[in-house]
T-cell receptor, first 114, second 112 residues
Framework: DTGVSQNPRHKITKRGQNVTFRCDPI?????LYWYRQTLGQGPEFLTYFQNEAQLEKSRLLSDRFSAERPKGSFSTLEIQRTEQGDSAMYLC????????????FGPGTRLTVT | QKEVEQNSGPLSVPEGAIASLNCTYS??????FFWYRQYSGKSPELIMFIYSNGDKEDGRFTAQLNKASQYVSLLIRDSQPSDSATYLCAVPPRGGGNKLTFGTGTQLKVEL
């Protein structure tokens, strides 16, 4: 049973550029979550999917952020017109249907906006 | 008041001692609680969860709930240097919804 995988692991981009991250959940998990974590803070919820449906989005998720999970398997998180304040670790987690709150995290994508 | 609060530490304990980490929560109706361990530079790892119906023990880890005072504790017995990490407490919303609200974490240092 492989864990949650995320790509890329690191991304350095210039302010104003668009970036896209990918998350592959644990295969039998139908729920997928995106969180963001900055230094010294706990992860902050961004959005979550049940299968392909995006069921909840945080107010933190401005209109520059969009997430998709088109076939209910992998998910992408896109940030348009990046700002320095977007620099953070972007974490993906997944959970099984039987225990939706037991969330297992991937290794994260560290974004640095210069 | 924050939904989930933790003392940032660091909490230093000698090897072999019991480490006690606390997390307070604001919603009296919260029914489940999750503990994650996060090593520096790594992602959070789920190590323990409990529900409002009782405490739970798993190996060297014990999670205890005090509903009256609205806090949940994580006890680590026979602490090892490899337990040195940040421990995050997380609480889901009461009722529906599955997002977790995390505390800022407590840094634990186990000293030789």
């Amino acid at each position: 049973d492989t864990g949650v995988s995320q790509n890329p692991r690191h991304k350095i981009t210039k302010r104003g550029q668009n970036v896209t991250f990918r998350c592959d959940p644990i295969s039998e998990h139908n729920r997928l979550y995106w969180y963001r974590q900055t230094l010294g803070q706990g992860p902050e919820f961004l959005t979550y999917f049940q299968n392909e449906a995006q069921l909840e989005k945080s107010r933190l998720l401005s209109d520059r952020f969009s997430a998709e999970r088109p076939k209910g398997s992998f998910s992408t998180l896109e940030i348009q017109r990046t700002e320095q304040g977007d620099s953070a670790m972007y974490l993906c987690a997944s959970s099984p249907q039987r225990a939706p709150r037991e969330q297992y995290f991937g290794p994260g994508t560290r974004l640095t906006v210069t | 008041q924050k939904e989930v609060e933790q003392n940032s530490g660091p909490l230093s304990v000698p090897e072999g001692a019991i480490a006690s980490l606390n997390c307070t929560y604001s919603d009296r109706g919260s029914q489940s609680f999750f503990w994650y361990r996060q090593y520096s530079g790594k992602s959070p790892e789920l190590i323990m969860f409990i529900y409002s119906n009782g405490d739970k023990e798993d190996g060297r880890f014990t999670a205890q709930l005090n509903k009256a005072s609205q806090y949940v504790s994580l006890l680590i017995r026979d602490s090892q240097p490899s337990d040195s990490a940040t421990y995050l407490c997380a609480v889901p919303p009461r009722g529906g919804g599955n997002k977790l609200t995390f505390g800022t974490g407590t840094q634990l240092k186990v000293e030789l």
